[in-house]
């Protein structure tokens, strides 16, 4: 771990500059964006209004074309994501072990480099707590599915680096001239500070849900009544990796991927008007039972990392730590 | 890659949203959460719903009519047909043969410079725009009542409102930002909804009126009766008022054990409903469902009293709202899209005409020019010849759609201006290809009076170009000295001639969200709520309005009550919202809602084939049968022209404003297909 001024994270910025389209929080006229930078400069501190999911599975994709007899298929790479939070990051992990074996997804994957911002402030939405913690630490729960190449901290005004892979390493020794080691009293600040974090962000117990997630709760519909069906918590959500495909005539055919959401009656709707889901109400058990259920059941992890961006993007303030709450009350 | 920051382009809520955009094309769409209307959120249209403008379905050449079929042009040849074609009308029948219809969907420039071209290239005041179907009387009743016809209060006031008051607005559809920032706050707070149909706000309220369609005013007399009875009122607000004996005597009548009759509410529920209005700091919402009947002006005004008796106007989180529909329909109708004002809303008779015709260097028609509600009857009549359309489609979005096909038909000349192809521009001898949302500059006013910057951020497709450009292109044809570099002249030009846009310029808009009207002077922080501390009017009128039943009521040949409306995940006549898959996926077909009751009675199940009938057209849907409406009323959106709900809608108009009666029509049942 090597510590510095802000210089050390605009170093960072300008060193993957070299090899990558830098994405990271920047403002756009009074709000933070995550997007790519023109200028090393312009990464902020404050946690972005968008989830990184789109610079892996975009908000819509060609997934190929159709022209002059021939498939072609677009080559997408990845960026160097900077910025995101342990949660997000946990998140995209799950989205890999979903989408990993998609060619477009995995191409932009592989060229991707990571670097997390731990969260030394308690963020206002976030239940992180049950889920990983702010840091992303060496036995991280979500360790053995992967880690970012980088992880920094800010504190007192000082940045804090730190190198989790190989890759991660290499760039990290490229910065040596711009930060020291750092003392044992600063990492000591650091660690106090991040389980300080920790403890706020143990907003709701989510350990064990699965066992009392029940098929028939009330909480589906009273929450279900709510929710105007905009899908703005799937699209925010760094870990729904639903999605729609469609042909288009655009001159050349082309096969269109977006966004879906489950909360939308459409997206169950089958052949002939058949709809398995096709009360508000089941739609919303479907998409809370299989964050909390069914994946947990089928792999181990909670399709969920408590990055409270759903309860964000939410216009009618449905927030999913009270629909946790109901779930744990008979 | 470019970010750039605008408002979407559907609802009149003016959420802020930034799009990101690469190789002309749109990447994402976010919410912005800086923007004190939508704070981080939108609604599928807006995530959605903005990928229609790189439809390859674009106009990108003008057409021109040549042996019956409408062929390219250049712009130079479009623009002397369509010159040409105006000039010979003018010339043969006088400026009032011609029609010149504005849009809601566009911008306050392109919207200011259509007027003008109608007022001082024609000469005639036969100017209107879609606020005709939607808020006319709600400006005639609120201007004459109040002294201003808008929403008193910005969106943001919800969060310091008490209670909530909707009625005749399916808020959590039509302006669903607005309908959820509602619901975000009903911890603690008291909702009431009057509506028929049992929709999303009915289903959370903790009082639902729901009245039979068109009993409005005795509904809400009954509650304002209540009021007084129980010595509920606000005597400071009656104070600054006029008019209160008159309407007291009036509210006598009106007992809700009498009302019960007619609206078919139980009084108790009459009275909580006064009792929370009363007491509490409540914000009124209305929509179409006061509007489009044949009182619709006594309906506003009945909305209007009662907030004006309980208190509930001119105060954070109290006010009266009424929720304009499209994107601009408010800066359109400030901006005199309408025949019988001039920009400013200065009456025909106000000497602030003179002002115009020296800015203008022309003299001005003050008579009434005709309405669109009745342009297409007078068309089939032969007064109207010729009509410019930008950005509208009344083939499907006017009432008797039967007769404004006819209408259309039978014009010697047609000009229409839009982003794509419509039931409309089959009739055209001039089609003009126009830049969409995404490709134009220039600024928008949303329902809360709240003007607002909208940017080009892609070139239009083909030829297309910005309607301000295709305007000032016509006017110049047509001899006009018209001199605009762009909409930032336009912009000027306003803030010299409306007052209550004086000090919105071009340059103030830039950065932040906007600034409410009035302001009248650049160093104006605008104002977001009217009527505080006092009426605009000076005194507010209280006016005991006069109630009839409908017309259109059903009786043994026609049974049932058709109401129609819109839904979520469409858009008026789906030009724009038929193009994005996932909304057209979600409402892909025309649909009549029908009670389980009437399901079981016409033997009609879910998905049948009906056929609806009223006594002016017939329509084939399939049928949902559903408990959101009630035995002996039936619901269809008016979104689709295979099953245009609009083709049953009459002639009824309310005569105060001519908006038609859109919300009851008498229908029947005339075939059920399993």
Excluded at chain 2, 152 to 175: M, R
Aim: proline share 7%; aromatic share 8%; hydrophobic share 40%.
């Amino acid at each position: 771990m090597i510590v510095g001024g802000r210089e050390l994270l605009d170093g960072l910025v300008k060193v993957l500059m070299e090899r990558w389209t830098v994405v990271a929080p920047r403002e756009v006229e009074g709000n933070v964006v995550l997007a790519p930078l023109e200028d090393a400069g312009e990464i902020v501190l404050d946690r972005p209004l968008n989830s990184p999911k789109e610079y892996l599975l975009p908000q819509e994709e060609i997934l190929f074309e159709y022209r002059d007899g021939g498939f072609k298929a677009p080559e997408p790479r990845g960026y160097a994501i900077l910025g995101i939070r342990p949660c997000e990051f946990r998140a995209l992990l799950m989205l890999k072990s979903v989408m990993g074996e998609d060619p477009l997804f995995l191409s932009r994957w592989n060229s991707s480099f990571f670097a997390v911002q731990a969260c030394t402030e308690p963020c206002p939405s976030g239940f992180c707590g049950d889920l990983g913690g702010p840091e992303f630490s060496g036995i991280d729960p979500y360790r053995p599915l992967g880690a970012p190449d980088l992880q920094y901290y800010t504190l007192d005004g000082r940045v804090f680096v730190d190198a989790l892979t190989e890759r991660g390493k290499e760039v990290l020794g490229a910065l040596r001239d711009l930060g020291e080691g750092a003392t044992e009293e600063e990492l000591e600040r650091l660690r106090m500070r991040i389980s300080e974090v920790w403890e706020d962000m143990k907003r709701v117990r989510v350990v064990g849900i699965e066992e009392r997630a029940r098929w028939d709760h009330p909480a589906y519909s009273y929450f279900a009544e709510r929710c105007i069906q905009c899908g703005a918590c799937n699209f925010e959500c760094p870990s729904c990796f639903c999605f729609d495909i469609r042909d288009e005539d655009e001159g050349a055919w082309v096969r269109v991927r977006e966004w879906d959401s489950c909360l939308l009656e459409g997206f169950s709707k089958m052949a002939l008007g058949a709809n398995p889901r096709k009360r508000e109400e089941d739609r919303m058990r479907q998409r809370i039972l299989h964050k909390f259920k069914y994946f947990k059941e089928t792999t181990g992890f909670y399709m969920c990392t408590g990055c409270g961006r759903c309860l964000e993007a939410c216009p009618s303030g449905i927030d999913l730590r009270e629909v946790i709450s109901w779930l744990w009350r008979e | 890659m470019k970010l750039v920051r605008t408002v979407c382009p559907y609802c009149g809520v003016g959420c802020g949203m930034i799009v990101k955009v690469r190789d002309e094309r749109i990447i994402s769409v976010y919410p912005e959460r800086s923007h004190p209307s939508n704070a981080g959120t939108l609604c599928i249209k807006g995530w959605k719903g903005v990928r229609y403008v790189g439809h390859p379905d674009r106009l990108k050449k003008p057409l021109i009519r040549k042996g019956g079929r409408l062929v390219e042009a250049s712009w130079g040849e479009a623009l002397r047909t369509a010159a040409q074609g105006l000039g010979n009308a003018l010339r043969e029948w006088g400026p009032e043969s011609i029609m010149v219809v504005g849009s809601a969907k566009c911008t306050n420039e392109a919207n200011f410079l259509i007027q003008k071209f109608a007022r001082a290239v024609i000469g005639t005041n036969n100017v209107d725009h879609c606020a005709r179907l939607c808020h006319a009387p709600t400006v005639k009743a609120m201007f004459r009542m109040l002294g201003s016809g808008a929403m008193t209060n910005p969106i943001s006031d919800i969060d310091l409102a008490e209670a909530y008051f909707v009625i005749g607005s399916n808020t959590t559809e039509q302006h669903p930002i607005i309908g959820a920032r509602i619901i975000r706050n009903l911890d603690g707070k008291e909702l009431i909804v009057a509506d028929p149909r049992k929709i999303r706000l009915a289903r959370l309220a903790d009082v639902h009126l729901r009245h039979r369609p068109g009993s409005d005013i005795p509904l809400l007399n009954s509650i304002a009766h209540v009021v007084v009875e129980e010595g509920l009122v606000d005597w400071e607000y009656v104070g600054r008022s006029e008019g209160f004996e008159k309407l007291r005597r009036e509210l006598e009548r009106w007992d809700p054990g009498r009302t019960q009759g007619i609206t078919g509410v139980p009084p108790r529920l009459v009275e909580e409903a006064a009792e929370i209005v009363a007491e509490k700091r409540t914000m009124f919402f209305f929509a179409m469902g006061i509007t489009q009947h044949e009182t619709g002006t006594q309906n506003v005004a009945a909305v209007v009293n009662l907030a004006v008796i309980t208190g509930n106007v001119g105060k954070p989180g109290a006010g009266i709202n009424p929720l304009r529909g499209q994107n601009n329909v408010q800066g359109a109708t400030d901006l005199a899209v309408v025949p019988e004002i001039y920009p400013g809303y200065a009456t025909l008779d106000d000497p602030r005409i003179g002002e115009f015709e020296e800015v203008w260097g022309t003299s001005l028609p003050r008579e009434m020019g005709v309405m669109l509600s009745e342009a297409f009857e007078r068309a089939k009549q032969g007064e109207i010849r010729a009509m410019y359309i930008m950005g509208e489609n009344p083939a499907v979005s006017d009432p008797n759609s039967n007769l404004v096909r006819m209408a259309l038909e039978d014009l010697e000349f047609l000009i229409v201006q839009d982003i794509f192809p419509t039931e409309t521009s089959e009739y055209a001898d001039v089609v003009l290809p126009a830049a969409s949302w995404a490709e134009e500059d220039g600024t928008i006013t949303s329902t809360d009076r709240r003007v607002q910057r909208v940017r080009a951020f892609i070139n239009p497709p083909g030829e297309a170009m910005p309607d301000w450009w295709i305007i000032t292109q016509l006017a110049r044809t047509m001899g006009a000295d018209w001199e605009y570099n762009g909409p930032w002249d336009v912009l000027s030009e306003i803030n010299r001639l409306v007052p209550q846009y004086r000090g919105i310029t071009w340059e103030r808009l830039e950065g932040g969200h906007g600034i409410h009207w009035p302001c009248p002077s650049v160093d104006h922080p605008g104002t977001p709520r009217l009527h505080e501390g006092r009426f605009v009017r000076g005194k507010a009128l209280l006016i005991p309005p006069r109630w009839k039943p409908p017309s259109a009521w059903r009786d043994e040949e026609y049974p049932l009550i058709m109401t129609t409306g819109r839904t979520y995940f469409h858009w008026h006549t789906r030009t724009m919202t038929r193009r994005v898959a996932v909304l057209q996926r979600e409402v892909p077909e025309p649909y009549v809602e029908v009670s389980p009751e009437d399901a079981g009675t016409y033997g009609i199940r879910d998905g049948s084939r009906v056929v609806l009938e009223s006594r002016h057209g017939r329509i084939e849907v399939r049928a949902r049968v559903s408990d959101i409406v009630p035995r002996g009323v039936v619901f269809v959106p008016f979104h689709f022209a295979e099953a245009a709900a609009n083709a049953l809608v009459g002639e009824e108009k309310d005569p105060e404003s001519g908006i038609p009666a859109y919300k009851v029509v008498a229908v029947r049942i005339g075939g059920v297909a399993p």
